[in-house]
């Protein structure tokens, strides 16, 4: 009789999800005592709860922990993106109460559900067991069904609330599938030990349940990752979602789905990798180019920037497909860049909205550049960073990326990527040409800015120009965080 | 002095007159005017003891090498230098930013203060490309220099200026993501180190990947220069960009271009030069004749010279791929030339459309008695553009063409050379329909002549086209080392590729086919190379006529190779 064995509990490995759990849950009690006008504290709130989490993941730099008999590993890895997870967290969070209270949706289960996504897409970028991952990742989707129709008032925002529960639902399906057929083929969930098995059993790399089992588990990161042709919910849901959630949903989610996608297929599946890598070709370039190429043709502004982030999760895809430290590292970096530039795009879009999510279109912009310069400034350094053109941080993560493409040897990729990058230009320059060549229409009615939306605005401004100009010690901080 | 970071200095006085711009009033105009122009003027005065610190030695001088960023594979340097080549191109910025300034006084009434920190970002940006030693650092004040454009020309140009702006924009930039690619491509083949161009000099690379890597790197200078297919942006944005904008387009960006080519092109991939000159030379023969020929048919004076200056690009680029001493140093002098003359007829078509909001040539004629002046100035300009003996002109071209007859490149410089009466046509024919005449047009009666400033902005410029026409010695002096250097330096390695002496190249025999397709192509991106090799070749014949498309098209097969 096998005698079950109760793994080794170790806390260390979990403790920034615990306390932010802990935090998320005290807010839950706090907003009932918050008056229904002043919920903007609960922002703050979460906001220091996030910075204790921030403090205890990096904290535990340099001294990987493993906890759960393996289910969990706090390393570097996991620490960098958590990082990333959260400043994507506590920058949509800023621009959070202004937003809430112009469309009138300001009620307090709003911050709690943001933490506790956070705390799923935590669990996903340290987990190394599959069903650890998988309930991160539900733990994740479930917070994001709700924020995404938070808007009860707003048919779009319902729509957007549904249709990424479908969707999202049904691509959790292929995920579990693929985690069922591995686990039948290999008898494992953990990571590591089905990459042992693996290698123990050599037959097992043309055992179809084994093959077919890591196609769907990549089916399913690919609809999370909104990678081509898995992409069709997110320019609904990205528009649809209110706009907070959107920056949100563009970098955190996207983020953690990398880290559990980039851990899976590398722990658990290095004897496919050859197969992998080339399906990973084929979807940087479909995903590249789909979203740039619809992109073109976008009017709104959040629409457009949605399929832009399709077209960057492919950029991220290329270094994936490269499938060495510095594309590995490039992932990390990019993801990074990415919650600073885009979270920063979506803060000046919720500053000139209006009311309704009026305003949202390229031609509202008409003039902005002389009206309010210093916005307009902002959004052309952040959609500049977005088209990757030095020195922002987008040109680095860009460049980063290619050159693994270029290191491993796939020429081609590389090209269809800057060639792809070049297209984008024009839809970026297409908001510059309305800010700064059109006369506006109309006064703005300036809502004003509030002390959040600044210091996101902020924030996201200087890290994306610092990650431009000297992004030495944080790409080597993403170095050393893949060195597995 | 050499403790300065005088490099470093002068890349960085614009940007803090930049930043100080952004502290200004919105509306004290005059003021915004004077700093702006205080502030290119001090960089002026900055660069003044390049010329004087400078020792003809050839090597790069005023160095700063400070490491920048280290990560994974990567170093990258702040690596700062210049040598003769680069010398007289980095005063040409610095001297022809003021006069850019001085010349929108009164063009430009709005937006003053976003308009004078684009022109000063913008020579931040000219400035830094041309110092900057590391590729990279090179990479980025490349793609810094397009961003102010893009707006100067997008919010103070013409009717058309959108177009124009993103056509510029989306042109240029898929031509340097291109050389990004071949940069990477380059650095990996160079093994660890930094993105030093000094070390990538020393590399012997295999013909297949020359020819690779040479096709990304020409694509974004082409681009710049503009050659000849690759040129429709130019007119546009010429024609839609205000009179400054216009004036440093012409003088110092194409510029870019041909520098790119002596700096990075030429003495990076020597094999791929030989191979391609009969293309290169080709298509700038082409664009000689066939710039001139579109000059001549212009209506608008402003196209006309934006034409005319594709066409004295031809003549550059005929000079430094006939890839010896008078035709480099010829194509070097051609390019302060074009900048002096060409940024000089700018400036006169902006003094009319000021006064008059029009360029079409037939609204003017007999301008001469209403603007004796200005008709002075605007003929010796003239002639300088013509490269009347005695003008700056003269000179370039008869070095290019010396140059390029004494190289393999006759029968191209004998077809060229028909491009040196073209522009006596388009040009003379101009100032004739616009100058002399009967003043038949009754607007035209109440024209007024220059005023002092407008003088004072022409002359530094007319000084310039008669120094340059009569003693051209100091510049040529100061360029012949490194010209020389870099010439031998190609040279060598072509020899080297041949197994022959560089000496016993048959001049008419174009290229050296067959030895580059036997030596072992390596792994990567050359695989697909060596069957596109071949097909380059059939350039031998030098009257093979246009072997424009495999080039261009070659890339984008390169796709399937993953």
Request: aromatic share 12%.
């Amino acid at each position: 009789m096998e005698t079950i064995a109760i793994p080794a509990i170790n806390l260390a490995a979990i403790m920034p999800e615990v306390i932010l759990s802990v935090v998320a849950m005290v807010l839950l009690l706090v907003n009932v005592f918050v008056p229904s006008e002043n919920k903007g504290y609960l922002a703050y709130l979460s906001i220091i709860g996030l910075a204790i989490t921030a403090a205890s993941t990096v904290s535990g730099w340099g001294a990987p922990q493993i906890g759960f008999g393996g289910a969990v590993m706090e390393d570097n890895f996991a620490i960098f993106f958590k990082v990333v997870l959260l400043f994507a967290a506590g920058l949509a969070i800023l621009i959070s109460d202004r937003y809430m209270s112009q469309e009138g949706c300001n009620s307090g289960e709003f911050y709690p559900l943001m933490l506790f996504a956070t705390v799923g897409m935590m669990f996903m970028a340290s987990g190394t067991d599959m069903m650890v991952i998988f309930l991160g990742l539900e733990l994740l989707s479930i917070c994001l069904y709700v924020l995404a129709g938070y808007n009860r008032d707003s048919v779009k925002s319902n729509e957007a609330g549904l249709k990424y529960f479908l969707l999202g639902a049904f691509s959790t399906g292929f995920l579990l599938y693929g985690m069922c057929l591995t686990y039948g083929a290999t008898g494992s969930t953990k990571l590591a030990a089905i990459a042992n098995y693996a290698i123990q059993n050599q037959a097992v790399a043309s055992n179809p349940f084994f093959v077919i089992g890591m196609l769907l588990i990549a089916v399913g990161f690919s609809f999370k990752v909104a990678a081509a042709p898995f992409h069709m919910w997110t320019p609904d849901v990205y528009q649809g979602a209110p706009t907070p959630v959107t920056a949100f949903m563009s970098a955190g989610p996207k983020a953690a789905a990398f880290a559990a996608f980039l851990r899976t297929m590398i722990f658990a599946f290095p004897m496919l990798k050859g197969n992998w890598t080339e399906l990973l070709w084929v979807l940087a370039v479909l995903t590249m180019t789909v979203g740039n190429v619809i992109a073109l043709s976008q009017d709104n502004v959040k629409r457009m920037l949605a399929y832009s982030s399709i077209a960057h999760a492919g950029y991220a895809l290329v270094g994936f497909t490269a499938c060495n430290a510095e594309g590995a590292a490039g992932i990390l970096f990019y993801m990074l860049s990415y919650t600073f530039m885009n979270i920063g795009a979506f803060a000046v879009v919720v500053l000139i909205g209006k009311k309704g999510e009026k305003n949202g279109n390229v031609q509202d912009l008409a003039g902005l550049g002389f009206k309010r310069p210093l916005l307009a400034v902002l959004l052309s350094v952040f959609l500049f960073s977005l088209a990757g053109i030095p020195p922002t941080a987008g040109f680095i993560g860009k460049f980063y990326l290619f050159s693994a493409a270029i290191k491993s040897g796939y020429i081609g990729l590389a090209i269809i990527g800057v060639l792809n990058s070049a297209a984008s230009v024009y839809y970026y320059l297409r908001v510059m040409v309305y800010m700064y060549f059109k006369e506006p229409q109309e006064d703005y009615e300036w809502a004003g800015v509030t002390p959040a939306v600044a210091l996101c605005l902020v924030i996201a401004l200087v890290s994306t120009l610092v990650l431009g100009v000297v992004p030495g010690t944080v790409l080597e901080l993403a170095q050393k965080a893949v060195q597995f | 002095m050499s403790q300065l970071p005088l490099l470093s200095i002068l890349t960085f006085l614009p940007l803090i007159g930049a930043i100080l711009l952004l502290f200004m009033p919105k509306n004290s105009h005059g003021a915004i005017r004077g700093l702006a122009l205080a502030v290119s003027a001090v960089t002026f005065v900055a660069s003044i003891p390049l010329i004087t610190g400078f020792n003809p030695t050839g090597g790069f001088q005023f160095v700063e090498n400070v490491p920048w960023i280290a990560a994974g594979p990567f170093q990258m340097s702040y690596h700062l230098g210049m040598d003769g080549i680069s010398l007289w191109l980095i005063i040409l910025t610095t001297f022809i930013m003021p006069i850019a300034i001085l010349s929108t006084w009164t063009a430009v009434e709005e937006k003053v203060k976003e308009y004078m920190i684009c022109l000063l970002l913008l020579e931040v940006g000219m400035i830094g490309s041309f110092v900057a030693l590391d590729l990279f650092l090179f990479y980025i004040y490349w793609e810094v220099m397009l961003i102010p454009m893009y707006f100067i020309i997008g919010i103070w140009g013409g009717k058309n200026r959108i177009y124009a702006a993103v056509k510029f924009f989306i042109y240029t930039m898929v031509g340097s993501l291109l050389m990004l690619v071949a940069l990477i491509a380059l650095y990996f083949k160079a093994g660890a180190g930094d993105f030093s161009i000094l070390r990538f000099y020393e590399l012997n690379l295999d013909p297949v990947t020359q020819t690779w890597m040479f096709l990304a790197f020409a694509l974004a200078f082409a681009i710049k220069v503009p050659m000849f297919p690759l040129h429709t942006w130019l007119p546009d944005a010429h024609t839609e960009a205000p009179t400054a904008g216009s004036v440093i387009l012409a003088a110092v960006l194409l510029k870019m271009g041909t520098y790119g080519y002596v700096r990075f092109a030429i003495p990076l991939f020597p094999d791929a030069q030989a191979k391609f000159m009969p293309l290169i030379a080709t298509l700038s023969v082409i664009g000689i004749v066939y710039a001139s020929l579109v000059a001549m048919v212009q209506q608008d004076v402003k196209k006309l010279v934006a034409y005319s200056s594709v066409a004295h690009l031809g003549f550059v680029m005929m000079g430094i791929f006939a890839l010896n001493q008078q035709g480099v140093a010829g194509g070097m002098l051609q390019m302060l030339n074009h900048g002096v003359s060409t940024g000089a007829l700018f400036l006169i078509v902006g003094f009319i459309y000021e006064r008059r909001h029009t360029r079409m040539i037939s609204d003017f004629g007999g301008l001469a008695k209403q603007m004796p002046i200005f008709a002075t100035i605007f003929m010796i300009v003239t002639f300088s553009s013509i490269g009347l003996p005695g003008t700056n002109g003269f000179v370039g071209e008869f070095l290019v063409l010396l140059g390029a007859f004494e190289s393999s490149m006759r029968p191209w410089a004998i077809i060229a050379t028909s491009g040196v009466i073209l522009s006596a046509v388009y040009m003379l024919w101009m100032f004739q329909r616009v100058m002399f005449g009967e003043l038949s047009n009754p607007k035209n009666q109440n024209l007024k002549d220059l005023n002092a400033r407008e003088i004072a902005i022409m002359i530094p410029l007319v000084v310039l086209i008669f120094v340059m026409g009569v003693y051209p010695r100091p510049f040529l002096d100061t360029m012949a080392p490194s010209i020389d250097n870099m010439i031998a330096q190609a040279k060598k390695k072509q020899a080297v590729a041949m197994n022959v002496p560089a000496g016993m190249i048959n001049p008419h025999a174009g290229i050296p086919g067959a030895p580059p397709i036997t030596m072992p192509a390596p792994a990567g991106e050359a695989a697909p190379a060596a069957q596109a090799a071949p097909a380059v070749p059939t350039a031998a014949n030098p009257h093979a006529g246009i072997p424009g498309a495999p080039p261009i098209e070659a890339p984008a097969a390169a796709p399937e190779n993953k």
